[in-house]
Every structure is written in C-alpha cells, then in structure tokens.
C-alpha cells in the first residue's frame, strides 16, 4: 500500500489505536506515528512494542505537524482533548475518531476545531473484549465496517482520503450522518452490551445458584455474554449516557418483544415461539452471508494471531 498520511497522531493508545498502528506499520501507510497516552507506562509501552515511532507527554505535543489526527479516548473527555489541541493543528488536517456514539462528538469536538481542519468522525466495528496497548493487532479491521459521518464542512477529497486510509487497513467503509448512526448502533451495539451486563448481573445477583455453578455449568451463550460484559466499562458508561435517547428507544422494543416471548411462553404458544425463533435466526445467517461472522463450529472461536 502507498503512504496515504505522512504523520498520524494517535490520542489514546489503546486496542483501536495499537491495532491502527500495527496496521499503518504493516501496510505502510504513514511515514510516522506519533502517539499520546495519560500514563506513563502506556506509552513506554507503545515505544516498545513498536506501533509507535515517537510518544508525547501531552495531546498537543503528539498533533504538531500531524496530517491525519485520530482521538482514540471515551467519548466523556473528547471535549477536554479536543480544546487542548486545537491551537496546535496542522492547517489541512483531519481530524477524526473512533467513538461508537458520533452525535455526542460532533457536538463535543466540532465547535473547538478551527475552520482551517476537516472534521470527520468515525466509527470502526471492530474490537475484542481486551483493552490497552498489549491488545491491538494489524488484522483487527479486516472486513469489518468502519462508518464515517462527516460534517457539512468537511470536504469531499478529506473524506475521500480518510476512506481510503481505513480500506488500507482491510476495513469495508461506508457512510452515513450521525443521528442515523446512533439509532443503528443502539440496535446492533448498544443495548446488547447492555442486556449482557444485564444478563451478567442477574447471575451474580440470584443467590440460588452459587459463583461456582455459574462458572462451572455456563453455556455457550452465557459465555458469549460475559465476553461482552468484559468490555471497558468506561467507554461503555459514556456510551450509553451518550446515547441514552436511542438506547432508550430500542430498549423500549426490546422490552416490548420480550414481554411478547413471556406470554408466548406462560401460554404454552408454541407455535409462535418457533416461528419467532425462525425468522430471528434467519439474521444470524445473513451476518454469515455477509462475511461478518463465521460458520465455524463453537462460533469460531480460534486463536487471533497477534501483530
């Protein structure tokens, strides 16, 4: 791949922006990176492990000079990062980041930024229930949907290039604006993270069944939601107070959908179970289909090679 950004600032240096990193080094699309964490030990660990060529004590040190800025940091302190930073932006870069909620940073970010920047947010779909700079790998976003919603101003060759930096990286890109973004995430991310915190916390909370019957008798679908569960529970907190109007929303359906399931099952209706069950698994088979999952026996779960 051709260098698409001659320097990168990564603002936040865990699992997205490591696997950024390792990525931009193995396909060669930036000359440097530069990176920025709060702590210390983060960033004697990026150096070390080689995803970033320099590390800055602060955000505005690590965006002098830089063509393409990504805020990698939960949502709750873009603002913060985004006013220290903005004086010391490049006049023609981008600045984008890799939030799951884009209407909270648009309005967070956007007003900070001076007018000689292009502003467009991103969202890639991709991640593991790991955190920190140890976590990342190169092939974290191959085929996986990374969204961009760009802001009015932002123009069409700024968009064009940050589209064609994530497609270096193996992301599939599209677009869309940011309210859309935020309903469709509260359906497909949002509240299934919550309904495994949920479902996690019933567990722990239902003292009829012991800790080591939970641990010892989980099933796979148990399992999958304590994987989610173990998602950084910072980002999520500001996700979800981000949000909280879609979430809100599509949990309302939720409830609504699962109140049917309880008459169907205090009936005995089992017909409407099975047909209900049908049509909902036939959207497990279209994610397959679309290359976002796999067929594999136990869901696939393999080793994930590392960088």
Request: hydrophobic share 45%.
């Amino acid at each position: 791949m051709a260098v698409i950004y001659d320097r990168v600032a990564l603002i936040g240096l865990g699992l997205i922006a490591s696997s950024m990193g390792h990525a931009m080094k193995k396909w060669g699309l930036a000359n440097h990176v530069a990176g920025h964490a709060k702590t210390a030990a983060t960033r004697a660990a990026a150096l070390e492990i080689g995803f970033c060529d320099t590390v800055h004590a602060t955000a505005a040190e690590a965006v002098k000079g830089a063509d393409l800025v990504v805020l990698a940091v939960p949502v709750g302190v873009m603002e913060a990062i985004a006013s220290e930073i903005a004086p010391h932006l490049k006049p023609g870069a981008t600045v984008t980041d890799v939030g799951s909620v884009k209407q909270a940073v648009v309005a967070a970010v956007g007003p900070h930024l001076p007018e000689t920047v292009h502003f467009v947010p991103g969202h890639p779909l991709a991640g593991t229930e790991h955190s920190g700079p140890h976590s990342g790998f190169a092939t974290l976003f191959q085929n996986r949907w990374t969204i961009l919603t760009p802001v009015e101003s932002a123009p069409a060759e700024a968009v064009e290039r940050l589209k064609s930096y994530w497609e270096g990286m193996g992301a599939n890109v599209d677009l869309m604006d940011a309210p859309h973004h935020d309903l469709v995430l509260a359906v497909t991310s949002h509240t299934p993270h919550l309904i495994a915190y949920t479902m996690v916390g019933v567990a722990d909370h239902l003292r009829r069944v012991s800790e080591s019957e939970v641990i010892k008798y989980s099933a796979s679908g148990f399992r999958d939601f304590t994987r989610i569960a173990a998602s950084d529970p910072t980002m999520w907190r500001d996700v979800f107070l981000t949000n909280k109007e879609a979430t809100l929303d599509i949990l309302g359906r939720f409830t609504e959908e699962l109140f049917m399931l309880q008459r169907a099952i205090r009936m005995g209706d089992g017909p409407a179970l099975f047909d209900y069950f049908t049509r909902t698994r036939a959207i497990r088979r279209g994610i397959i289909e679309a290359g976002q999952d796999t067929a594999a026996p136990d869901f696939g779960r393999t080793k994930v090679d590392g960088p």
